[in-house]
């Protein structure tokens, strides 16, 4: 875990937001859903508190699903799944790949810090919905 953050209102609402609607939402979503809470929030304010959760470790961000980052309240190691129809986001136990094995780049000098992996396919709202 990161640094302890300054209690900070809007912070607060941005991450209970975030709390609320977990469904990976964007910061355009967040920054819709805290104006609900807050009309004075900008854009802006809830992009630097957004990363600040992020460098704190409070919440995690996800990059490569698509074109945009999307923000998880779910900090516990875990995959995504990511709807081609409808474009949801689920998430996915980390056990479901039981061994990586990140043995070869380790033996090629290359240290891994991180992975993101991502499964894409049907959701079943979609598949039932065909
Ligand atoms: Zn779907
Ligand atoms: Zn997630």
């Given at each position: 875990m990161g640094r302890i953050l300054k209690y900070s209102k809007q912070r607060d609402l941005v991450l209970k937001t975030l709390q609320e609607n977990?469904?990976?939402?964007?910061a355009d979503f967040v920054y819709a859903k805290a104006k609900e809470h807050?009309?004075?929030?900008s854009l802006a304010t809830v992009y630097r508190n957004l990363n600040q959760l992020v460098e704190s470790g409070d919440i995690k961000k996800i990059n490569g699903l698509d074109n945009m980052a999307h923000f998880d309240h779910n900090t516990h190691k875990h995959f995504h799944f990511i709807c081609t129809k409808c474009g949801k986001i689920f998430d996915m136990p980390y056990?479901?790949?039981?061994e990586l094995n990140t043995k070869p780049a380790e033996q090629k000098g290359l240290i891994i810090e991180s992975y993101d992996i991502s499964f894409h396919g049907i959701c079943p709202d979609c598949r039932d919905n065909h």
């Open positions: 977990v469904v990976h939402p964007t807050n009309p004075n929030i056990d479901i790949v039981p």
